[in-house]
């Protein structure tokens, strides 16, 4: 395949980004993403698909001085090369800020005005989800920013809960126009956790039917609790793909904590 050629400067110089540096630049963002985290009181796994030689998704799984889990979650506007590098300064910002912010609205809010600051003029702007797990309480707090609803499977009740919100994209504004809200539920062993972006609901079948939330919260109803979080997202990938294919129109991203322990 021929190098991709930008035209950008005068007297017919070019620059040729080649399909080995587009492939080097795919493994540097993959780098981002943590890897499979194995607690006495949960595990977590991180999955990804790329819609494109390089994604809009990260992803970031990190231990606190106090014990608690922070997770956090980006899908930056568009796919290819502009959204992995916003992807990678969001990716940045929040690792330096996540154990130093007073809370996740702290957080939230120095983070949309990051991305207003340097990529609003450019168009950039980023869906966000930020979490905290609390094993010594058993609780996850969390906010949305224009992601899909997370999924909570309680196993005992085979009940759900949706931890989502309707607030605009971070970077649309300078400031947000409402208070921040933290949200917070309440787990037990043997229930799991869903967070992914809306690559896997919006996956479309040849008849153009969506993959959906319902038959996300199908595969959680039916799977063991004995599954580990690694298999259950690499499932769940294999049955998105089974149903929209395997060359996704979007990035597929997915954060799977499947909580254990003694009652």
């Keep these: 395949m021929q190098p991709t050629i930008d035209p950008g400067e005068p007297n017919h110089h070019a620059t040729l980004i080649t399909d080995r540096e587009l492939a080097l630049a795919r ?18 796994a991180v999955r990804y698909r790329e819609a494109d030689r390089l994604g809009g998704d990260y992803a970031t799984v990190q231990l606190k001085s106090n014990g608690d889990i922070f997770l956090a979650m980006c899908d930056a506007c568009g796919h290819g090369i502009a959204s992995a590098l916003l992807a990678a300064r969001v990716n940045s910002f929040v ?15 120095n983070l949309n005005r990051f991305i207003f600051e340097h990529f609003y003029l450019s168009g950039g702007s980023a869906a966000f989800l930020a979490a905290e797990i609390r094993p010594d309480r058993q609780e996850i707090l969390f906010n949305s920013w224009a992601q899909p609803p997370g999924l909570l499977y309680h196993s005992k009740t085979a009940t759900f809960e949706r931890l989502g919100s309707r607030r605009p994209a971070m970077g649309m504004m300078q400031e947000f126009r409402q208070d921040c809200k933290i949200e917070s539920v309440h787990y037990q062993p043997g229930d799991r956790l869903l967070f992914y972006t809306d690559g896997i609901t919006e996956a479309r079948n040849s008849a153009g039917e ?14 063991p609790v004995s599954l580990s979080s690694a298999e259950a997202a690499e499932t769940i990938l294999v049955q ?14 997915m954060i799977v904590v499947s909580f254990r322990g003694r009652d």
């Design 240 to 253: 998105v793909e089974t149903f929209g294919g395997k060359e996704p129109c979007d990035d597929r991203l």
């Design 210 to 223: 969506f993959f959906g939330i319902e038959r996300l919260q199908q595969f959680l109803r039916t799977t």
């Design 27 to 44: 493994e540097i963002h993959r780098s981002l993403l943590p890897r499979d985290c194995n607690l006495p009181e949960l595990e977590i």
């Design 95 to 109: 690792r330096d800020h996540a154990e130093q912010s007073r809370d996740l609205c702290d957080l939230a809010e």
